[in-house]
């Protein structure tokens, strides 16, 4: 799997993610991109104050790593820039707009935006977890060319049909909706069973 990370605001999401693909049994490898705008928000947002990779995906996954691999988002020639090695699905979370320009209009300067496009090429899953608002015209035409190429949009917006006691019960739910959008059911993902299902009469009041 390759997480993107981006400069827009949502630094637990990634946290959260990376920490679920670790604990996964069912992935043998993830590969850990961050933009420096996304470098800027982890600071910012989790205080984390890191320069090598390998340290950066231990604090961020807060606690053991091991299968995760940090590549710098300038590394255009890393292993996930080409079509021939095997990735199962990429997820940007938070997805800035501006990556969501590049993706969608097919800019690949940068690894991460070149990993998105590689996913595209080769029919694979891509997720955008889009986080900003209020979206532009602009905005909402990148979403639907990137959709069109393939990609799935999947903007940060939480559900609260759960009841969630805490916040990490909110970015937990979200997180695990969009691994079972890549085939990675979660069994504490909440799941709607219906009224009845929640111990009511189904009947309309």
């Known amino acids: 799997m390759v997480l993107g990370v981006t400069g827009a605001s949502g630094a637990v999401?990634?946290?959260?993610m990376l920490q679920l693909l670790e604990?996964?049994?069912?992935?043998?490898?993830?590969?850990?991109?961050v933009s420096g705008s996304g470098l800027k928000v982890l600071r910012e947002e989790l205080?984390?104050?890191?320069?090598?990779?390998?340290?950066?995906?231990a604090k961020l996954a807060e606690?053991?790593?091991s299968k995760t691999e940090y590549l710098l988002d300038s590394?255009?020639?890393?292993?996930?820039?080409?079509?021939?090695y095997p990735v199962d699905g990429m997820v940007v979370m938070p997805c800035s707009?501006?990556?969501l320009a590049q993706i969608a209009n097919g800019i690949s300067s940068t690894l991460i935006?070149?990993?998105?496009?590689?996913?595209?090429?080769e029919r694979r899953k891509l997720i955008l977890a889009v986080r900003d608002t209020p979206l532009s015209r602009v905005h909402l035409k990148n979403m639907l060319a990137a959709h069109e190429a393939g990609a799935?949009?999947?903007?940060i917006m939480p559900a609260f049909y759960h009841h969630p006691a805490t916040l990490d019960d909110i970015v937990t739910q979200f997180c695990c909706r969009v691994l079972a959008h890549l085939g990675l059911e979660q069994k504490h993902q909440f799941q709607w069973k219906g009224e009845r299902g929640r111990g009511g009469s189904g009947e309309e009041l």
């Open 47 to 57: 205080g984390l104050e890191v320069t090598k990779g390998a340290v950066l995906a």
């Open 152 to 155: 799935e949009i999947f903007p």
């Open 113 to 121: 935006e070149r990993a998105a496009d590689v996913c595209l090429k």
């Open 23 to 33: 604990a996964d049994r069912r992935v043998a490898k993830i590969h850990l991109v």
């Open 63 to 65: 606690g053991p790593a």
């Open 13 to 16: 999401f990634a946290r959260r």
């Open 97 to 99: 707009t501006g990556c």
């Open 75 to 84: 590394d255009i020639g890393a292993s996930i820039a080409s079509g021939s």
